[in-house]
DNA sequence: CAATATTGAATAGACAGTCTACACAAACCG
DNA sequence: CGGTTTGTGTAGACTGTCTATTCAATATTG
């Protein structure tokens, strides 16, 4: 018997957009990052924190976002994410790569009209 | 002097729903499932014979397409490939896949009002 | 006939990014 | 004390796309 995921699997490449979008609500923490994602998407996404973290990492890498370690609301060491400018560059061009691919997806989905009935 | 891409990457996943979806219109060559896909797609996305052929290969193993050797229009040894009832019911899923995943996206990417003035 | 372009299929190997499955630590709570 | 929650992190498997290349048949042109 095979399991069904019910929540899908993220397409490889959106994960950092979907991380610079969510810091644009404000600083967060790996953690608070997870679940803010989960609840936007109205639970049809969760992001694993085997994917999560080295997302993160990478995105420290390239400077989009900077890092400190703070204290989270329950009192334990959390590493507290912000983005940087250059993070706000970079979310306005993954966004509107996104928008482009769901556009050319939506383009070849789409109903082609009388095509189907051959 | 980095080259940059005008076109897009596909989203690893992506590419099975394409082909699938490109089959519904007729049976086709894998040549000529690359050419519709980047027409139908406004040239916006274009598929590599590395990823393409492979795929078929993948989708044939599964079921999804049958094949045959034919003689393309211009007389050369192509391989035919038409969507099977199987193919039609997976399509139908990964098409509905691919609604939820991009709603999701839209959800979190939306701008979520007085979020980003503070 | 030879050279070249076009059509078409195919593979090898690099590579990126997500996943599963763990490990670890600190705080709180019964 | 032991269990649960909160939080960060890594290792390794895996999947699928990409680049780069090969091969072969046909058509065209000199």
Redesign the interface.
Known sequence: MQRQPSR??L????LE??IL??L???PAHGHAIAKH?QR???D??QVETGSLYPALHRLEAKGWVAASWEKSDKGKRARCYRLTALGRRQLAAE?S??E??????G???KP?AQ??G?
């Open positions: 899908l699997e397409l490889q490449g959106t957009l979907i979008r969510t644009l609500a404000g994602i936007t998407s109205e049809l996404l966004h790569k996104w482009a691919f769901s556009r050319a997806m383009l070849i989905l082609a095509e189907e051959r």
